[in-house]
């Protein structure tokens, strides 16, 4: 029997650390060979010492890069004084954060969670209760439209419109009250809106999906579709927002705006979990005492870091990085499309590469650029999410992208 005494044994190499962890936790990643120890900046170092690029970030959880001192020491100096409360008192941080976050965003009222799977959840609750109060819709006959190959978390109820059957495989019964549409597809979207439509939620670019760019105009003509409904449109922001495309949302890209926007991941910095539904007073104000909350949702330690994010997107600085990095990283992965990539598609430092059908499966393509000193992370088979944090260097860029053709050439 293993005792505390000798776990150093076990852990004196890569292999002991994953035997550990496929012994002790759940099974429900596949994670890649590597044992990450330390961070910074663009980079990750593993137990025995090789460095690594990251091209994941987090899925833009690290927008800011590893360990970013900014957010370190507002992390640092919050623990320093108070760390939670819960919401059954005030305290300092909680309404300045609220009030940054509005400001940056151009929204009017925060709602402070933890996940981005809760931010999504409460948006959904938000905009039934809406449709309750407020459009007039009969009791319980609410509807959600969705589009098809989304990935809005991994609860219950988001799964319950999933259309990835591994996702959905023995976790049913689903809830009700969801109806799903092609994505990109307006024609069918208008189709689905009817008058017990109260929110159709969208990621403005789909992530899990393999980094889906919607057609020229869907996102306006879905805002023009709710508008004429007495709709809310909520996008779903988590990946794609706070400068991962080059503006705060991928929204803004389509000079639209959202009733409700879900953020997270980046929120936090990769140092702290930090989500937030922000939008429309007269939509999140439908909340009462009672009705909704979170233990942690909006506690002090978050609020500092979400604060210091703030302030680092504050400056614009990061935006510009990501267009026009984005656009030296697109312009190099181009050259590899018919050599060993069939497509590529993103926008800003954010990017879906298609291998050839008849080459190297995405986990193939993942474990080989793993060799070479660069993380990335499959999906959906043949495909690879780039997502490289926003303080990379442009030769950093080329660095992955050289270990990229070399990969895609094997075959």
Excluded at 314 to 325: I, K, P, V
Aim: hydrophobic share 40%; glycine share 10%; net charge negative.
């Amino acid at each position: 029997m293993t005792t505390f005494a000798d776990k150093s044994a076990e852990t004196s190499s890569a292999a002991g650390y994953i035997a550990l962890d496929e012994r002790w936790s759940t099974h429900n990643y596949h994670p890649l060979p590597v044992v990450i120890a330390e961070a910074e900046g663009a980079w990750v170092t593993d137990v025995q010492g090789e460095r690594y690029l990251d091209f994941l970030s987090g899925y833009s959880a690290l927008n800011f890069g590893h360990r970013h001192p900014d957010l370190v020491r507002a992390a640092t100096e919050q623990l320093g004084r108070v760390t939670l409360t819960s919401r059954a008192f005030h305290h300092d941080q909680l309404g300045s954060f609220c009030r940054e976050l509005a400001e940056l965003t151009g929204t009017e009222m925060v709602l402070p969670m933890n996940s981005g799977a809760e931010a999504v959840e409460s948006a959904l609750k938000v905009a039934r209760k809406w449709a309750y109060r407020v459009k007039g819709v009969a009791e319980n006959q609410a509807q959600i439209v969705v589009a098809g190959s989304n990935f809005h978390g991994r609860t219950t109820t988001i799964v319950s419109f999933s259309t990835d059957d591994e996702a959905r495989a023995d976790f049913g019964p689903f809830t009700p009250g969801f109806v799903v549409v092609p994505y990109g597809d307006a024609a069918a979207l208008a189709e689905a809106i009817t008058e017990n439509t109260a929110a159709v939620l969208l990621e403005p670019i789909q992530g899990e999906a393999g980094v889906i760019v919607p057609p020229d105009g869907y996102l306006a003509e879905a805002r023009r579709l709710c508008d004429e409904a007495n709709t809310l449109l909520i996008a779903d922001e988590i990946q794609s927002g706070l400068a991962r495309t080059g503006t705060i949302f991928a929204l803004d890209h389509e000079r639209i705006t959202a009733d409700l926007y879900t953020l997270g991941k980046a929120l936090g910095g990769g140092i702290m979990p930090v989500s937030a539904v922000v939008g429309r007073a007269d939509v999140l104000g439908v909340l009462r005492p009672g009705e909704h909350g979170s233990t942690f949702g909006g506690n002090p330690l978050a609020c500092a870091v979400g604060r210091a994010v703030i302030r680092l997107l504050s400056t614009g600085e990061f935006q510009q990085r990501s267009t026009a990095l984005g656009a030296h990283l697109h312009e190099r992965l181009s050259e590899l499309v018919g050599n060993g990539v069939s497509a590529v598609r993103g926008r800003g430092l954010w990017a879906g590469v298609d291998l050839a059908e008849d080459g190297l499966t995405g986990r193939e393509a993942s474990e080989a650029l793993m060799k070479r000193g660069v993380l990335c992370k499959e999906t959906h088979g043949h495909t690879l999410r780039l997502a490289p944090p926003l303080v990379i260097e442009e030769r950093e860029l080329d660095r992955g992208v050289d270990a990229l053709a070399e990969v895609v050439g094997m075959r």
